[in-house]
């Protein structure tokens, strides 16, 4: 019972855009976990507690968006925050940080 594999054809994908989707603001990441399957980013915003003259200040972390990505999807993250990293350091908005690099991903 085999099937003969048919040759994979190129797809047009068209971006069509949503104006109703909302845009999020965070300040950190509080964890980036990679599962196998995909990526997971929970992105943070940081809100501070009414402050107090004499008491220490605080301040609450708070979800603001849980992010999942596919591996080829994680991939393309990756690679295009490269891009952005080293631009940035070109422009001398950020520092370049040498660091082991991060382990493969299949796709």
């Known amino acids: 019972m085999s099937q003969k594999q048919q040759p994979h054809q190129a797809v047009e994908v068209q971006f069509i855009d949503l104006p109703d989707v ?12 990679v599962d196998g399957t995909g990526l ?10 009414p402050f107090k003259p004499g008491e220490t200040a605080r301040a609450r ?11 080829p999807a994680a991939v393309d993250l ?3 925050m490269q891009q952005v990293g080293t631009r940035m350091a070109e422009e001398g908005l950020a520092k370049a940080e040498h ?3 991060a ?3 299949s796709r």
């Open 22 to 33: 909302k845009e999020i603001f965070t300040d950190n990441i509080r964890a980036v976990h």
């Open 40 to 49: 997971r980013i929970e992105f943070c915003v940081t809100r501070l507690d």
């Open 61 to 71: 972390n708070y979800p603001a968006c849980r992010l999942v990505l596919a591996g």
């Open 78 to 80: 990756i690679n295009k």
């Open 99 to 101: 660091s082991p690099p």
């Open 103 to 105: 382990p493969a991903m």
